[in-house]
């Protein structure tokens, strides 16, 4: 018996016009764009007519898409179009930022034996950036919130947004506080954390019980406006080799962040620092598909795709 998938990416899949309300209409875009290449790599490595895509008004169903597009119905909001097509397939796969909490809800809204991803209290613990750093600094991972006594710089961003999305580096703590307590007089989410000297990094992993296989080392490229604003340039992906001189460390942090929270399941990304003394330095964690799933696969020479489907198959240890 085929074995059915749903495919949704939020933006994509009908959130455009209600997308997070912290993410400004430049923000939404910028979202979309990733969201989109991310839908064409997974769907461009799974083949099947029980592959089915998710497809919002006003965009284009994506060509040759295996099994054909579903639309919301008129009125539908995102959780109720996921929650009603996850009742009509094996699985489902969402892509989704964690800003207001959207990647939560939307897993909520599946039965935990449909959903591909990681589990609940992995994505509600990654969903909260200052929680996230204080959980893995507990257990001994370098984190910016060792920096914090002889910090220079700060940075302030969104509590629980994706990217660089309104984020914003201070050369003075009382302008980063004052940053901070503007966003939270609007009603933003926002933190203010030390800002991390060295070079960006990320590392993509498979995980699954506590523990995790290093993918690949990638190369962020951020760049810094005269005003402190962050800028995300896109990732490289696997440029640094497995053997690299640097790859044990990362690897060590990749196992110790795995351990820290055992509810990563499938594709996840750590966002880190490298920094010129202390080495790796954990920024924070994405509990799903990143920009470096793009391409990867090929640069691999695997279908990461279809083992990340293979190992939702495997029952989870006890």
């Known amino acids: 018996?085929?074995?059915t998938l749903f495919v949704y990416e939020y933006l994509s899949g009908g959130g455009l016009d209600a997308a997070p309300g912290s993410v400004d209409?430049?923000?939404r875009g910028e979202l979309l764009a990733a969201g989109l290449a991310m839908r064409a790599a997974l769907?461009?490595?799974l083949a099947g007519p029980g592959v089915r895509c998710a497809c919002g008004?006003?965009?284009e169903p994506l060509p040759g898409a295996p099994g054909g597009t579903l639309r919301p119905r008129p009125g539908d909001t995102p959780l109720a179009f996921v929650r009603r097509e996850s009742l009509s397939h094996d699985r489902v796969w969402v892509i989704a930022p964690e800003s207001d909490g959207l990647l939560l809800q939307l897993a909520e809204a599946v039965d935990p034996a449909r959903w591909i991803g990681s589990d609940r209290a992995a994505i509600r613990l990654c969903?909260?950036?200052r929680a996230t750093l204080a959980h893995l600094a507990a257990r001994g991972l370098a984190t910016p919130l060792a920096f914090d006594?002889?910090?220079r710089q700060w940075v302030v961003k969104p509590g629980d947004g994706a990217g660089t999305l309104d984020t914003r580096r201070h050369a003075q703590r009382a302008a980063a506080q004052a940053d901070l307590q503007q966003r939270r007089a609007r009603g933003a989410s926002?933190?203010?954390e030390p800002w991390v000297d060295g070079e960006p990094l990320s590392l993509s992993l498979l995980c699954r019980d506590g523990a995790a296989e290093l993918l690949s080392i990638n190369r962020q490229r951020i760049a810094i406006a005269d005003d402190g604003r962050l800028r995300d340039d896109g990732v490289a992906i696997n440029e640094l080799a497995l053997d690299d001189a640097r790859a044990p460390a990362l690897a060590r942090i990749a196992q110790a962040v795995a351990r820290a929270i055992p509810g990563l399941r499938g594709f996840a990304g750590i966002d880190l620092v490298w920094h010129p003394q202390r080495g790796p330095?954990?920024?924070e964690v994405n509990p799903r598909l990143t920009c470096a799933f793009v391409g990867l696969s090929a640069a691999l020479g695997r279908p990461l795709a279809a083992e990340i489907l293979a190992l939702h198959e495997e029952p989870v240890d006890a």
């Open 57 to 59: 008004d006003g965009v």
């Open 190 to 192: 926002a933190t203010l």
């Open 127 to 129: 969903s909260g950036k």
């Open 43 to 45: 769907l461009g490595e």
């Open 25 to 27: 209409a430049a923000g």
């Open 281 to 283: 330095v954990v920024i």
């Open 1 to 3: 018996m085929t074995q």
């Open 149 to 151: 006594a002889g910090a």
